[in-house]
């Protein structure tokens, strides 16, 4: 009877520890993104959900490795210190792979590489190429991107204002209150085509000179994560994948 008893117990204590394991191998993974960088991430009004290119790859990359994704809405300046907080697990936005981040986050391979682009309002005429086009005048661009350090190092500028959001850049290049705004051109390129700023326009002939390539951030040492997102990449590189998620969203 207590033999009984006692194998029962065994047996209770082991499916417990066995479904406990289950419910950890099945814990969703938390991707950080951003709200405002369509058309690689963006708030979804109709569906009342985050999606873009980041999303759809995560998503792509979750069923092939076989894992489910949890998105967790952040502003592009906090998705570092979140995912060093443990608040998240891998950053998926439209992220540059540079030097000072690759400090303190693994990023995976490249998924696109484009540069920056320069945006004005429609009615200023003039033929911009270069940065030194706007020497002197008072620029914009959004806080925490690759560019805000080289844009400074460049002394050209009288000011350059950091601002939350591009909508928020392109307000006050309508407004006049400062001359133009610098963001990732596939960003920019894709809300300017939407129609939703009628008053703003892309300087077409401008040069970019800060080139850099966008990949999906986890842990520092999260081995793991990483060969499980590259496997998938590369997969998705060969069959195509990752050129037709791109060309939905107007890229290549």
Partial sequence: MVNSFLA???????????????????QAVRVGSTPTGIPFTFLDTKTNQISGIMVDLMKAIGKDQGFSIEITPMTFSTLIAALQANKIDVIAAAMYITPPRQEVVDFSDSIITYGEGLFVAA??????????????????????????????????FKEIKVYDTI?????????????????????????????????????????????????????KGDKAMLDKINASLRKFKADGTTEKILAQWGLK
């Fill in 167 to 219: 909508p928020d850049i392109i307000r006050d290049v309508n407004l006049g209150r400062i001359k133009g705004g610098f963001a990732d051109y596939p960003i920019v390129a894709y809300q300017l085509s939407q129609g939703g700023f009628p008053e703003t326009r892309l300087a077409k002939n401008y040069k970019p000179v800060l080139p850099g390539s966008v990949g999906i951030g986890v842990h």
């Fill in 8 to 26: 029962r117990a065994f047996a209770a204590a082991v499916l417990t520890l066995g479904l406990a394991g289950t419910s950890v191998a099945q």
């Fill in 123 to 156: 009615k200023d005429t003039k033929d911009y190429t270069s940065m030194a086009d706007l020497k002197g005048e008072i620029v914009g661009v959004q806080i925490g991107t690759a560019y805000v350090k080289p844009l400074t190092d460049s002394g050209l």
